[in-house]
């Protein structure tokens, strides 16, 4: 797999890094009431730290306290252990060769406000990496007020570890927390089992490779925030909220978590895999894939929000794709072997096969399919007649042709019971192509019966049922005579168990 290829690698740049960091000297903070970073009154031995150093802020101060920037600093290292420090850079850049390191047994916490980090280095050199919360039992908070955190520059290098070892093995909990137009750049994010990343407040994480998420993380995008990467593995809980708030994930995502885009926000990609659950919820909620959408868990798309794909968007074995007054888009919508399901509109040709099912929404909803509509002979539409307002209107609307075969399921919504005469028309279509081979009908009363047929309403062809009686009146034997002049090919009616 590819992520466990990159963790070997990283794992030998991070020994060959950990090499270079053994001639550094440990400089610790020893103010706990908070200074100037400069002032080498401020650091054991009488010396701030120098660019070969590292700053080690492990004084067991009992409350916060605030280091400031007069100038820029550098030191190789910044470590945070259980210090609850602030760092106000002042517009200054604080600049280390190998990283940040936040964490310890009791919680250790590092904010860096209103400044730069990293805007000197450039592409060459070792691994940059931010390790927050990263070893076995360790705590750590590291939180960007208002920074920019890495030049463009260093995006091959730098790396985030949040929750998650820089091995690649385990590791404890950490958040990291972007707010008020922080902005950071780097190469690849990991969120570990007790990782979170918290994005707001017009920020942003740019990585120039993959997002990688296990299923204890979270990652929380709002306040008009952006998220980027070239690829995404995401096992864990994201929530993208909010106008202007988006997760691109470039080439491909794996979306294996539980996946939401809600109030506007929007996200895409270009071949996007959903395993679990992903929800796009809301009014301009909008995802676009530049390659296929496959479906293997539950994708929903709901109250106006809209999906859609460049090429094909696949509901396979065990996937659905269910829509609440959604819209979804695709050179092909299929159902493989999963489901469609719901109301709302798929622009796109439907083909439903390989045992697949299209059903709409409860009480009468409708789906509208601006295309063809094809259905194989393994495969099921599913209906619901939902209530006595739903009574002549048309529960799969069909601009195109609609090429039927297979089974027709009928179910009736909670108490609803048809009576005598009441006409269902179900589907309308520019033409109806063949016919069901099986049809699954409800119940009806004693003496009731179903009958169907097709007429052409306004230039369109519709399919409809009819409660009758079980003998046909004369009226309906006419009607019925003309709609099935070509459905020769229908074979029998069976009643839903």
Same mark, same amino acid.
């Given at each position: 797999? $590819?992520?466990?290829?990159?963790?070997?690698?990283?794992?030998?740049?991070? /020994?060959?890094?950990?090499?270079?960091?053994?001639?550094?000297?440990?400089?610790?903070?020893?103010?706990? @009431?908070? @200074?100037? *970073?400069?002032?080498?009154?401020?650091?054991?031995?009488?010396?701030?730290?120098?660019?070969?150093?590292?700053? +080690?802020?492990?004084?067991?101060?009992?409350?916060? *306290?605030?280091?400031?920037?007069?100038?820029?600093?550098?030191?190789?290292?910044? =470590?945070?252990?259980?210090?609850?420090?602030?760092?106000?850079?002042?517009?200054?850049?604080?600049?280390?060769?190998?990283?940040?390191?936040?964490?310890?047994?009791?919680?250790?916490?590092?904010?860096?406000?209103?400044?730069?980090?990293?805007?000197?280095?450039?592409?060459?050199?070792?691994?940059?990496?931010?390790?927050?919360?990263?070893?076995?039992?360790?705590?750590?908070?590291?939180?960007?007020?208002?920074?920019?955190?890495?030049?463009?520059?260093? *995006?091959?290098?730098?790396?985030?570890?949040?929750?998650?070892?820089?091995?690649?093995?385990?590791?404890?909990?950490?958040?990291?927390?972007?707010?008020?137009?922080?902005?950071?750049?780097?190469?690849?994010? /990991?969120? @570990?089992? $007790?990782?979170?990343?918290?994005?707001?407040?017009?920020?942003?994480?740019? +990585? %120039?490779?993959?997002?990688?998420?296990?299923?204890?993380?979270?990652?929380?995008?709002?306040?008009?925030?952006?998220? =980027?990467?070239?690829?995404?593995?995401?096992?864990? $809980?994201?929530?993208?909220?909010?106008?202007?708030?988006?997760?691109?994930?470039?080439?491909?995502?794996?979306?294996?978590?539980?996946?939401? *885009?809600?109030?506007?926000?929007?996200?895409?990609?270009?071949?996007?895999?959903?395993?679990?659950?992903?929800?796009?919820?809301?009014?301009?909620?909008?995802?676009?894939?530049?390659?296929?959408?496959?479906?293997?868990?539950?994708?929903?798309?709901?109250?106006?929000?809209?999906?859609?794909?460049?090429?094909?968007?696949?509901?396979?074995?065990?996937?659905?794709? =269910?829509?609440?007054?959604?819209?979804?888009?695709?050179?092909?919508?299929?159902?493989?072997?999963?489901?469609?399901?719901?109301?709302?509109?798929?622009?796109?040709?439907?083909?439903?096969?390989?045992?697949?099912?299209?059903?709409?929404?409860?009480?009468?909803?409708?789906?509208?399919?601006?295309?063809?509509?094809?259905?194989?002979?393994?495969?099921?539409?599913?209906?619901?007649?939902?209530?006595?307002?739903?009574?002549?209107?048309?529960?799969?609307?069909?601009?195109?042709?609609?090429?039927?075969?297979?089974?027709?399921?009928?179910?009736?919504?909670?108490?609803?019971?048809?009576?005598?005469?009441?006409?269902?028309?179900?589907?309308?279509?520019?033409?109806?192509?063949?016919?069901?081979?099986?049809?699954?009908?409800?119940?009806?009363?004693?003496? +009731?019966?179903?009958?169907?047929?097709?007429?052409?309403?306004?230039?369109?062809?519709?399919?409809?049922?009819?409660?009758?009686?079980?003998?046909?009146?004369?009226?309906?034997?006419?009607?019925?005579?003309?709609?099935?002049?070509?459905?020769?090919? %229908?074979?029998?009616?069976?009643?839903?168990?």
């Amino acid at each position: 797999m $590819k992520t466990t290829q990159g963790l070997r690698i990283f794992s030998s740049l991070v /020994f060959v890094t950990c090499a270079s960091l053994s001639q550094a000297a440990v400089i610790n903070w020893n103010n706990i @009431g908070g @200074g100037n *970073y400069s002032d080498d009154a401020n650091w054991s031995g009488g010396a701030a730290p120098g660019k070969t150093d590292e700053a +080690l802020f492990d004084s067991g101060a009992a409350s916060s *306290y605030t280091t400031t920037f007069s100038e820029d600093a550098d030191a190789q290292n910044v =470590s945070v252990n259980d210090d609850d420090v602030t760092m106000e850079l002042n517009g200054h850049n604080l600049e280390t060769a190998s990283g940040i390191s936040v964490g310890g047994t009791e919680g250790g916490r590092l904010t860096l406000r209103g400044g730069k980090y990293n805007q000197k280095a450039d592409y060459s050199g070792d691994l940059i990496k931010v390790l927050v919360g990263s070893e076995a039992g360790s705590k750590g908070d590291l939180v960007l007020d208002g920074v920019e955190f890495g030049s463009p520059e260093i *995006y091959g290098r730098m790396q985030y570890y949040i929750g998650q070892s820089h091995s690649g093995f385990g590791g404890g909990e950490g958040t990291l927390e972007l707010k008020n137009g922080s902005q950071a750049r780097g190469q690849t994010a /990991f969120i @570990g089992d $007790k990782g979170k990343v918290l994005i707001s407040g017009g920020s942003g994480l740019n +990585l %120039a490779n993959e997002l990688i998420m296990e299923s204890g993380g979270y990652l929380k995008i709002s306040e008009g925030t952006g998220v =980027s990467s070239s690829g995404a593995s995401l096992a864990g $809980k994201v929530l993208v909220d909010g106008e202007h708030s988006s997760l691109n994930v470039g080439e491909y995502g794996y979306m294996d978590g539980d996946i939401t *885009y809600q109030n506007g926000a929007t996200g895409s990609g270009g071949n996007i895999a959903v395993g679990n659950r992903m929800t796009i919820d809301g009014a301009g909620s909008d995802f676009s894939a530049m390659g296929n959408v496959d479906v293997s868990g539950r994708l929903t798309v709901s109250h106006g929000a809209s999906l859609s794909s460049d090429y094909a968007i696949s509901a396979l074995p065990g996937g659905v794709l =269910s829509l609440h007054d959604g819209k979804v888009s695709a050179g092909a919508v299929l159902t493989e072997g999963g489901k469609i399901e719901g109301s709302g509109e798929v622009k796109g040709n439907v083909s439903n096969t390989n045992r697949g099912t299209v059903a709409t929404g409860e009480n009468g909803d409708a789906l509208t399919i601006t295309g063809d509509y094809s259905q194989d002979s393994s495969s099921t539409l599913a209906l619901t007649l939902g209530g006595w307002d739903a009574i002549g209107d048309y529960e799969l609307n069909i601009s195109g042709d609609a090429n039927l075969d297979g089974i027709l399921k009928i179910d009736l919504w909670d108490t609803f019971k048809p009576e005598l005469n009441d006409v269902f028309t179900l589907i309308k279509a520019e033409n109806i192509n063949g016919m069901f081979s099986d049809f699954v009908l409800p119940s009806l009363a004693s003496g +009731l019966a179903w009958d169907w047929g097709s007429v052409m309403v306004a230039g369109l062809e519709t399919f409809s049922l009819k409660v009758v009686k079980n003998v046909p009146e004369p009226y309906t034997i006419v009607l019925m005579t003309i709609g099935l002049a070509g459905f020769a090919g %229908a074979r029998r009616f069976r009643k839903a168990a």
